[in-house]
């Protein structure tokens, strides 16, 4: 079993930054795929960046050049830096981890999820 642990979240104003950190833990083998979606109030979740163990990233284009996705494989986190941030990235963020535990079977884990409002 594999928990997801997302931290970062709060209140920020138009413009402003946040950093949000995801941490795994458990019976991990290997993290293939990494992620944050997000889902706004009324709206279905959706993608907002994802990073392989390679490290090739993948971003929704209403985060393009905003936000930046990182993680750290020895260390099974993630972090999504978002700056310039709009009243519309307003949601519950959610991380995400796609990987093989160490019974070699697949898992496809989620966050508790960590409210971004962004608001003057």
């Known amino acids: 079993q594999v928990q997801l642990v997302e931290s970062g979240g709060g209140l920020v104003q138009p413009g402003g930054s946040l950093r949000l950190s995801c941490a795994a833990s458990?019976?991990?083998?290997?993290?293939?795929?990494m992620g944050w979606y997000r889902q706004a109030p009324g709206k279905q979740r959706e993608l907002v960046a994802t990073?392989?163990?390679?490290?090739?990233?993948n971003y929704a284009d209403s985060v393009k050049g905003r936000f930046t996705i990182s993680r750290d494989n020895a260390k099974n986190t993630a972090c999504l830096q978002m700056s310039s941030l709009k009243p519309e990235d307003t949601a519950v963020y959610y991380c995400?981890?796609?990987?093989?535990?160490?019974?070699?079977?697949?898992?496809?884990?989620w966050g508790q999820g960590t409210q971004v409002t962004v608001s003057s």
């Open positions: 995400n981890a796609h990987g093989a535990a160490l019974n070699l079977l697949t898992f496809d884990s």
């Open positions: 458990g019976s991990i083998f290997r993290i293939y795929d």
């Open positions: 990073i392989t163990s390679g490290g090739s990233t």
